[in-house]
């Protein structure tokens, strides 16, 4: 379905698919919004390929404002590029942080990938590039320059929702919890972290 709303693989849907989707949305934001403990601060976008994610990210946003009118949504991270998987890949072999052969599979992976979709090495890290046993030693995302006014914001959050389109191996996540502990330049457990995806596995996540 995900593919689907995103246009890949030539898959696609219908109308009716959608707003059943989107229906469920819904409730389930409903039941959110009915704990206490989940008044955010601030909604973190996390890069996609497609608008999807933002725009499920807005959607949320405009349902959550009715109880939470200070929350604002934030796009403070961009996408690697295969180069920079490739670079990160150098520094993790030079610190013993990664066993020769899975760096070998990762980089035959990412080079069977750029080949077969003819794509420049320069272009965005997808990581379905790459088997899902090894995404745990990518970053798939970097910081963008962000100016001082949204730096004191969000240094003031103290509750943070991260949204994505999809959760599958938890990599994402992750590495976004990451980049907001180099971030902020402090202790990332005195502030609570959550996460809300369209979809997700209910198997082989990583915690």
């Known amino acids: 379905m995900l593919y689907a709303l995103k246009n890949m693989n030539n898959l696609r849907t219908n109308f009716r698919s959608v707003y059943l989707l989107y229906i469920e949305f819904l409730k389930i934001v409903d039941l959110i919004l009915t704990e206490e403990c989940n008044h955010w601060d601030v909604i973190i976008i996390l890069p996609s390929s497609s608008l999807l994610t933002k725009r499920f ?91 001082e006014d949204i730096m004191l914001k969000l240094s003031e959050c103290k509750k943070i929702l991260l949204v994505d389109d999809m959760l599958n191996s938890g990599t994402s996540i992750i590495s976004a919890r990451s980049l907001l502990a180099d971030l902020l330049s402090k202790d990332i457990k005195n502030i609570e972290i959550g996460s809300m995806t369209l979809f997700s596995k209910t198997k082989g996540i990583r915690q």
């Open 57 to 147: 990210a807005e959607r949320l946003a405009k349902k959550m404002t009715i109880q939470m009118p200070d929350i604002f949504l934030l796009e403070p991270f961009k996408k690697v590029t295969f180069e920079d998987v490739n670079n990160d890949l150098n520094y993790l072999k030079v610190n013993n942080l990664i066993k020769s052969q899975a760096q070998t599979n990762i980089r035959q992976d990412i080079k069977k990938f750029i080949k077969k979709n003819n794509i420049p090495l320069g272009s965005s890290f997808q990581m379905k590039a790459i088997d899902k046993k090894y995404r745990h030693h990518i970053k798939p995302f970097k910081l963008k320059d962000l100016n």
